[in-house]
């Protein structure tokens, strides 16, 4: 699995933009980037994936650049129950599935 | 929204005794998985579950833990003689395929071995 690197805290006011970064220098062609998130100790919630082109879906955008070595996860309009700690996965060699988590990146969204 | 079901919710054992956690995944799953994560530190993969067997586990999933889907509806783990530092939360989670998207998570069991 792709070594990612997420910064280990970010504030966010309400109703902005959260734009967390993540770096993957090292993945390889068939890995994707997955991002989940957890909400204060809860199970981990998956958000979005994406191998080469941005995607977008209900709750965030990936944005991926043209190299692969980086992406970044975009909450369009951050709300205070999106304060949690978010997780830039890059896997694609494990056929069971498994997650491979690191520290990811603390969000805490301000009134 | 379908949710994996994950019981107890907290749990308080002696060291030594033998405890097992409770699952009822997503009924059209056919992937499960358990992880643990100890109090302030990362999500730990312990091990996957397909077809009635495991298809990968962890270091850390040594002999003392185990695994079992006893019906068509529950996914058990079972640690054999609890340590001190089995103390964590333990999260299930179930998928349709082995892919690392569209898992759905439980709200896990916390686990305390006093």
């Known amino acids: 699995d792709a070594k990612t690197t997420q910064p280990p805290s970010m504030d966010c006011a309400e109703g902005r933009a959260a734009n967390l970064p993540c770096n993957h220098s090292?993945?390889?062609?068939?890995?994707?980037v997955y991002w989940y998130r957890q909400i204060h100790s809860q199970g981990p919630q998956y958000i979005i994936h994406?191998?080469?082109n941005n995607e977008t879906n209900e709750m965030a955008s990936l944005i991926i650049t043209e190299d692969r070595k980086s992406s970044t996860l975009i909450l369009p309009h951050a709300t205070l129950r999106d304060t949690a700690v978010y997780y830039c996965i890059a896997d694609g060699s494990s056929n069971t599935g498994k997650l491979i988590f690191g520290q990811g990146t603390t969000l805490q969204v301000k009134p | 929204e379908p949710e994996v079901t994950q019981t107890p919710s907290h749990q308080v054992t002696q060291m030594g005794q033998e405890v097992i956690l409770r699952c009822v995944p997503i009924?059209?799953?056919?992937?499960f998985y358990w992880y643990r994560q100890i109090l302030g530190q990362k999500v730990e993969f312990l091990v996957s579950?397909?077809?009635?067997?495991?298809?990968?586990k962890s270091e850390i999933f040594d002999d003392q833990f185990s695994v079992e889907r006893p019906d068509g509806s529950n996914f058990t783990l079972k640690i054999r003689s609890t340590k001190l530092e089995d103390s964590a939360m333990y999260f299930c989670?179930?998928?349709?395929?082995?892919?690392?998207?569209?898992?759905?998570f439980g709200s896990g069991t916390r686990l305390t071995v006093v």
């Open positions: 009924s059209n799953h056919l992937y």
């Open positions: 090292t993945i390889s062609g068939n890995e994707y």
């Open positions: 989670a179930s998928s349709e395929q082995a892919t690392a998207y569209g898992y759905t």
């Open positions: 994406g191998l080469k």
């Open positions: 579950f397909y077809n009635n067997e495991i298809s990968e």
